[in-house]
């Protein structure tokens, strides 16, 4: 890359100005953000000499991006494959064992992460640059593979960012991802129509409950109604009794 040749022709706080590769440039601030594109300048004292300014590509913090969405999908994919198991040694399901909308999720992002694209020339697979699926759906990465693809930073970029306007199945891979988590999340995803509709449930539910419970209440007022008409009608007849035994006591002494 053409190191290109900075010099601050002035560096006041309403308006800087400096010589790039022998075009003016001015700028409100000491921050040039226009002048190259992809790179910031900022300007911080005058000076007579041309500064050169060496551009290289930080690719820790790109590997860094790569490392956290694979820590992200695997993330989910553990999720959900703990919530829809069935362990057969204890006999005990996940949560969503058997929920469509779950099972289908965590496939089509399976799917995804294992497919291909022909937007990043010779790589086509995540497992081409050291992100590989194991058994249990998990990416594991090998830093040999990523390390030596990163050597081609457009590749590595297409590979995740590109973007086919009439194929969207072979754009790549975290624009997939992202379409697809928009799309399962909006107002007429599945995973949105499965929440409002257990919603739902729940609400019928409760109202079912309420009903119960009225019935109930209801239930146990009249029984206790005819509790107490039956405690009333025994303590009558409790007094009819001893009534009834004093009097034939009283005659059997005559």
């Known amino acids: 890359m053409r190191k290109p040749l900075v010099s601050p022709l002035a560096a006041e706080r309403s308006v800087s100005r400096a010589l790039i590769n022998g075009i003016d440039v001015s700028s409100e601030s000491n921050?040039?953000?226009?002048?190259?594109?992809g790179l910031n300048i900022t300007l911080l004292k005058t000076t007579s000499v041309p500064a050169s300014v060496a551009v290289t590509q930080d690719k820790d913090s790109i590997k860094k991006l790569i490392t956290?969405?694979?820590t992200a999908y695997n993330a989910v994919?553990?999720?959900?494959?703990?919530?829809?198991?069935?362990?057969?040694?204890?006999?005990?399901?996940?949560?969503?064992?058997?929920?469509s909308t779950a099972v289908g999720l965590q496939s089509q992002l399976r799917s995804i992460m294992g497919g291909t694209t022909s937007l990043a020339g010779s790589v086509s697979?995540?497992?081409?640059?050291?992100?590989?699926?194991?058994?249990?759906?998990?990416?594991?990465?090998?830093?040999?593979?990523?390390?030596?693809?990163l050597s081609n930073?457009?590749?590595?970029?297409?590979?995740?960012?590109?973007?086919?306007?009439?194929?969207?199945?072979n754009s790549g891979f975290a624009q997939r991802i992202r379409a697809?988590?928009?799309?399962?999340?909006?107002?007429?995803?599945?995973?949105?129509?499965?929440?409002?509709?257990l919603q739902k449930l729940i609400d019928n539910n409760n109202k079912s409950i309420?009903?119960?419970?009225?019935?109930?209440?209801?239930?146990?007022?009249?029984?206790?109604?005819?509790?107490?008409?039956?405690?009333?009608q025994m303590s009558k007849l409790n007094g009819l009794s001893s009534y009834v035994t004093t009097q034939m006591t009283k005659l059997n002494n005559q």
């Open 31 to 37: 921050s040039l953000q226009e002048a190259i594109d």
């Open 68 to 70: 956290d969405f694979t």
């Open 77 to 99: 994919n553990a999720l959900l494959r703990e919530q829809t198991k069935y362990d057969s040694a204890s006999k005990t399901a996940g949560t969503l064992q058997g929920d």
């Open 125 to 149: 697979r995540l497992a081409q640059i050291g992100l590989e699926p194991g058994t249990d759906g998990n990416l594991t990465t090998s830093d040999t593979k990523l390390n030596t693809a």
């Open 153 to 169: 930073l457009d590749n590595v970029k297409k590979l995740f960012m590109g973007l086919d306007s009439t194929n969207a199945s």
């Open 180 to 197: 697809y988590i928009d799309g399962a999340l909006g107002s007429e995803g599945r995973v949105t129509s499965k929440q409002a509709g």
């Open 210 to 232: 309420d009903k119960l419970e009225d019935r109930a209440s209801l239930t146990e007022t009249r029984l206790r109604a005819r509790y107490t008409a039956l405690d009333t």
